[in-house]
């Protein structure tokens, strides 16, 4: 049977979250704190890609509605675990990003991505890019953090330049800010070098 790359994919991500993957974390990322602590994360909110689910706990936990998903059923079983234990209203589906909006839910004020953006092919980032609109209200933010072409070395993601970034969100969105900020990680000890773009859905 032929599986579509994005099952051959998902099934690659689930093999990498049968262990702890370099960027799988035990917390928040730093980034998503500082929002968080700047008032700029408003609900409902769509984690994109959350993995096992420490952006989307961190936000329940400040009280926020969210839905995380992932399309690795290893890693959201994970999240849901954790959300268990941790007691957290957060929500959890297995979607792909792909095929966004998600049926049956309402349009989101705020969508964040850690890591997601920067896993895309030039094909699925398009696809992405247009159903992320969908989900989100007109004026909701998208806060995307991936990995920048400042980072040496050709280990891990593909590295995303800022050009790259105006271009994918080109239509129908603004391009509110693109500043330098970093990824924790465990497998390295030093920050990894990122972009934080936060992208304004205008029509
Ligand atoms: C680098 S990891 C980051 C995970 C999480 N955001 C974090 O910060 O720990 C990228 C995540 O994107 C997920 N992913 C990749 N392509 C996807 C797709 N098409 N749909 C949904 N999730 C996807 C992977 O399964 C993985 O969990």
Known sequence: MQMSISTELAQSF????????GWDIPGPQSAIVRLAEAGLL??????????T?????????????????DFSAVAIAKAVRKAEERKSPARFLVYDACRLPVPGEQQFSTAIDTGLFHVFSD?????????????LKIGGIYYMLCFSELEPGDWGPRR???KE?????SGGWAVISI?????????RPEPVKAWLASVRRES
């Open 14 to 21: 689930d093999e990498r979250y049968a262990g702890t993957p």
């Open 42 to 51: 408003s609900g409902p909110i769509l984690d994109a890609g959350c993995g």
């Open 53 to 69: 689910g420490e952006n989307t706990l961190f936000c329940a936990s400040r009280g926020l509605a969210v839905l995380g998903f």
């Open 123 to 135: 094909n699925a980032r398009v696809k992405f890019v247009n159903g992320l609109r969908q989900s």
């Open 160 to 162: 995303i330049s800022q």
């Open 165 to 169: 970034i105006r271009s994918s969100f």
């Open 179 to 187: 500043d330098e900020s970093h990824f924790d990680t465990v497998e």
